[in-house]
């Protein structure tokens, strides 16, 4: 069983109940620490770059509002893009229109996710793409209605397996920390041997 190095802890700047999930199938034992910061305050027009800024933002709140002296910081941010960025729904009508214009449709799914360790800031972006199913308005409608989406980016979670047809690429950044490429990460700087 894998398991972190004993001799740093790793603090998650992360509300996601999913990113802590992926975390703990790490077997990382995690700090959750959530920052408050305004993610719309970042510009950036470019997907890849606008989540590892906003993942950068999150990290910095994180470690300028918590004593995070000596720990590995982990931050994230995922979005779904198709000629626009798809965000949290603002309400259940918002998912409802996030959807109808996703279904039978190809998207990217970007996040992007900073490493802070002993004064370095390491940032990556994955990309998987993800295809909904061809659903009919009825089927968003209890669709939106049993899975309440409001805190996930397009408005579906792809570990549901209700609304999604196809994916290609990481399944665990589409779920919202592309826990691959931490991995390498996090071995690299010695914080990890799983």
């Keep these: ?56 933002w999150k990290n910095r709140g994180a470690r300028s509002q918590f ?3 000596g ?12 000629k626009k960025e798809y965000t949290k729904p603002r309400d259940l009508q918002n998912a409802v229109e996030i959807l109808t214009e996703l279904c039978g449709k190809w998207h990217s799914v970007y996040t992007g996710v900073v490493v802070y360790h002993d004064g370095k800031e390491i940032s990556f972006a994955v990309r998987s793409l993800v295809r909904l199913k061809n659903l009919s308005p009825k089927k968003i409608e209890d669709y939106v209605n049993t899975f309440k989406p409001l805190d996930k980016a397009g408005a579906y979670a792809i570990q549901e397996n209700t609304v999604v047809d196809r994916w290609i690429g990481s399944y665990t950044n589409i779920v919202g920390l592309p826990t691959e490429k931490l991995k390498k990460v996090l071995k690299r700087i010695g914080v990890y041997n799983g």
């Design 67 to 69: 004593d995070c002296g």
């Design 1 to 56: 069983m894998a398991r972190t190095l004993t001799s740093c802890k790793i603090v998650l700047a992360s509300g996601s109940p999913r990113r802590r999930d992926l975390m703990q199938e790490m077997n990382i034992d995690t700090e959750i620490l959530v920052p408050e910061v305004d993610e719309k305050s970042v510009l950036e027009s470019n997907p890849k770059r606008l989540v590892i800024k906003e993942a950068l």
């Design 71 to 82: 720990k590995v910081v982990v931050s994230a941010d995922t979005i779904v893009y198709r």
